[in-house]
């Protein structure tokens, strides 16, 4: 057995020994474990209410009876962001933004909870998921177990008898991070195991590897964190003070420093500004449900020209649905651009808070594991775009029914004439132009690319850490 | 042939302070040295630059001639080293430790040679598979100096031996130490015990202040007169 191995089984020895540790170590597997689960069967829950409630909405819009197809339009439809397999293991965004989105027609509405239970994590006392469990609480862990390695032999007066037996400071060393090391490995079997059932639930086997290497990563940072200035400082108690100091300021501090420099330095506007904002944008484009409103009438004139009628009674396509068609295409291009706008906002906050990954590798570890679970930010503007692509979608299928499918005479006398209401009802086949939606993960490659900025940060704390390590043992002395 | 330990005009440096300055001597094979000294007089930082764990500012040390800032691993492994207090770990038993230490040495040693190494110090068997953390400090000394023949160096370092031991204990360990440098092995070891050094070493070095300011020796058949060696301590300690 190698000197290394042998220092290992000694501190081990010496955990078991000290009953305080092993309770520690004790508390904290059953603390990951039970968080685990219980991560697990909420996300499953969630994704399965929610894909359950996807099919009825579509199964809802579908089975309507024959009506006129604007009031289609304004019945609308809602569509789920089911969580990714890996929300089990850190949900990300999915319980601080809304799940839910109504479509309809001539708006973009904000996302919303799908149910009450859903917005239960939002709060202070929401239930602590296993990300965070393992950006927080594990490193409390590895400094209880680590931060005496050296400073104990040191006090003890074992280190000058330990290297008097020709035990080198590196081989010191390696034996006291093999010994954490192998703790932060056993702490890593619940991701381990959430990683297996995010594969089972079909996320890319290399997605959920990295994921649970990205945190064997953060727990190395931290075991060599501890062993760095357990080498450095020569008293457990300046050991651990420090310890706690670094974890407070990079855990704790500097994440929520950063988020509030971001929100500060790039203001956004939020939805209900940006709204506001928007009105007067929206008057202009016309009110698609007044065909004589004077925003249409280049349209009146190229119809009737290109179809050589004189009035838009004799147009071979209704009027009004083809109002309905161009107003919902200029108030889409205006509310996508108002979108774009804030998203790139979000964005740029976001962009300023990663800055912040430098120098908090806890800070770096949430925004990769977040992009690698797909539930990060961009996931949250995907579901927008896409929703967004399908609410454009239908509605103008329905304006195009609307346009072909109904005689214009009939549409102008509806409110005042049953048989002509009655005409302009269409069939209830034209509502399967519904498509189905599902929300998928990005593609494995387009999350690893979104987290590898992030990544770099915590190999470069990883490299820096492991060359203080090594510059400090070297200066090892009893 | 190379003394088994040489210090040669050695300064070494600590906290900014002179630790000790200008130190020679030598150890010869089979010879028990002792430095004598009060606190602060350098007499373990005399021994931890044999271990290579101090640098010299000046001069140079050396253990059977090799220097020692070139290969402190040499060094390492041709001494077996028993520092103050008998640094032991408290949650193992006399076994564990021993086990532990000398694995960490590249040594194995069976139950059978541990408790032959026990038996030469004296610690009672019933003892032996107690953690330390119950022992007396006499009996932990004990324990350090079974690893200390166990490792089987040609050269003992040894800081305040017999510090903590009963007089019975003490005479035993002074046996002891005539026995192993009658076997060859060098021993330097550094006490405040003017009677027991003079007991046991063959030659005394007097520290103070980081210099060497005294020298007996033993001449054949007779010990070193403890009477000189303590009038010169006292007097250079409170000088």
Redesign the interface.
Known sequence: ?T?AL??AR?EW??WR??RLLLAALAVFGLLLAAIAVLSAARIESEATRRAAQQQAAEQAFTTQPDRHPHRMVHYGHYVFRTPPPLAVFDPGIDAVAGQALFLEGHRQNSAAFAEAPSAAGVGAFGVPHPALAYQLLVPLLLIALGHAAFARERE???L?????????PGQLAAGKAIALGAAALAMLLPAAGLAVLAVAHGEAPAIAALQVLLYAGYLGLWVLAVLLLGALLPRRADVLGALLLAWLATALVLPRLAASHAVAAVPASGKIAADIALLEGLRNAGDGHNAADPAFDALRRQLLAQHGVERVEDLPVNFRGMVATIAEERLTALLNEAAERRMAQERAQSARLAAFAWASPTLATGIASRALAGTDLAAMHRFQREAEALRFEFVQGLNQVHAHALRYADDIQRSVDPEAERRTRVDASHWRLLRAFTFEPAAPAARRDNASAAGAALAAWLLALALGLRFAVARL?? | MAPALEADALTIVRGGQPALRGVSFAVRPGEVHALLGGNGAGKSTTLLAFLGFLAPAQGSVRVEGADVGADPAHARRRIAYLPENAALYGHLDAYENLGYFLGLAGLRAGRGAIDAALDRVALAAAARTRRLEAYSKGMRQKVAIALALLRETPILLLDEPTSGLDPVAIDEFNRLLRELAGAGRSVLMVTHDVYGACQVADRIGLLRDGALVGRFEATPGARIDTEAVHAAFVARETA
């Open positions: 057995m000197a042998r220092i000694a020895g010496y020994h000290s003890a007066g074992t000058a008898p330990l290297l008097a037996q020709g035990v080198r002395r009893p």
